[in-house]
C-alpha cells in the first residue's frame, strides 16, 4: 500500500497569512494525488485533483502542486471559512489511501 | 443538484451486521463508480470499498474484506454496503461518495453527509 505522510498535523496561522501543507508519497504516484478540505462535524470536500487542477467554486486562494512524490497545498491568504483539517489522498492504486490530516487552527 | 444520503447506521454488538443504503441524485447514477469512505471518531479518512458503474469491478480494504460486501442498484438509483461480522474497531461514520475520473485521475468529487455505525455491547 501506498502510504501518504502529511506535515505539519496541526498548524496556527491567521487571517491573510500564507499557508502550504506538504503530503509525501512513499512511492513515486504522478500526478494522482487530491485535496480535501473537512470542516467539524461536516462530510470532506474536493478541493484539488490531479496534484493541481481546481475543482468547479473552489476560490483561487487555493493551489496545488507537485508530481512524484512531494506535493503542497497552498493557500495565499487565509480567510476565516478555511479554518478547517486538510487531507491528501492517492488515486495511483487501490487500496486509496490518504494523508492522516493537518488541521489549520486560528492563531 | 447532486445529492448522496446514506441511511442505515446505528448501534449493533460485535458479531452483528448492517445494511448502509445510499440514495442517489442529480446526476446520472449508472454512468459513475461509487466508493465508501469511513471516519472512525476523531480520526482520519480511510477509504473502504470501491464498485464500478457496472458492478464488473469491486474492490475492498484489506481490514474489511471477507466481511462486508459492497452492491448498487442502478435502476433504483442506490448503492449499498453489507456489514457483517462487525467489529469495535469498525465504529465509523460512513460516507458514500461518487467517484469521478476527470482527465485520467479519479477523486471523490462528492460526498453524503455520513451515517454513524456504533459497534458496542
Known amino acids: 500500500d501506498i502510504q501518504m505522510t502529511q506535515s505539519p498535523s496541526s498548524l496556527s496561522a491567521s487571517v491573510g497569512d500564507r499557508v502550504t501543507i506538504t503530503c509525501r508519497a512513499s512511492q513515486s504516484i504522478g500526478r494522482y494525488l487530491n485535496w480535501y478540505q473537512q470542516k467539524p462535524g461536516k462530510a470532506p470536500k474536493l478541493l484539488i485533483y490531479a496534484a493541481s487542477s481546481f475543482q468547479s467554486g473552489v476560490p483561487s486562494r487555493f493551489s496545488g502542486s507537485g508530481s512524484g512524490t512531494d506535493f503542497t497545498l497552498t493557500i495565499s491568504s487565509l480567510q476565516p471559512e478555511d479554518f478547517a483539517t486538510y487531507y491528501c489522498q492517492q488515486s495511483y492504486s487501490t487500496p486509496r489511501t490518504f494523508g492522516q490530516g493537518t488541521k489549520l487552527e486560528i492563531k | 443538484e447532486v445529492q448522496l444520503v446514506e441511511s442505515g447506521g446505528g448501534l449493533v454488538q460485535p458479531g452483528g451486521s448492517l445494511r448502509l443504503s445510499c440514495a442517489a441524485s442529480?446526476?446520472?447514477?449508472?454512468?459513475?463508480?461509487m466508493n465508501w469512505v469511513r471516519q472512525a471518531p476523531g480520526k482520519g479518512l480511510e477509504w473502504v470499498s470501491y464498485i464500478s458503474s457496472s458492478s464488473s469491478s469491486i474492490y475492498y480494504a484489506d481490514s474489511v474484506k471477507g466481511r462486508f460486501t459492497i452492491s448498487r442498484d442502478n435502476a433504483k438509483n442506490s448503492l449499498y454496503l453489507q456489514m457483517n461480522s462487525l467489529r469495535a474497531e469498525d465504529t465509523a461514520v460512513y460516507y458514500c461518495t461518487r467517484g469521478d475520473c476527470t482527465g485520467g485521475v479519479c477523486s471523490f468529487d462528492y460526498w453524503g453527509q455520513g451515517t454513524l455505525v456504533t459497534v458496542s455491547s
Open positions: 442529480g446526476f446520472t447514477f449508472s454512468t459513475y463508480s
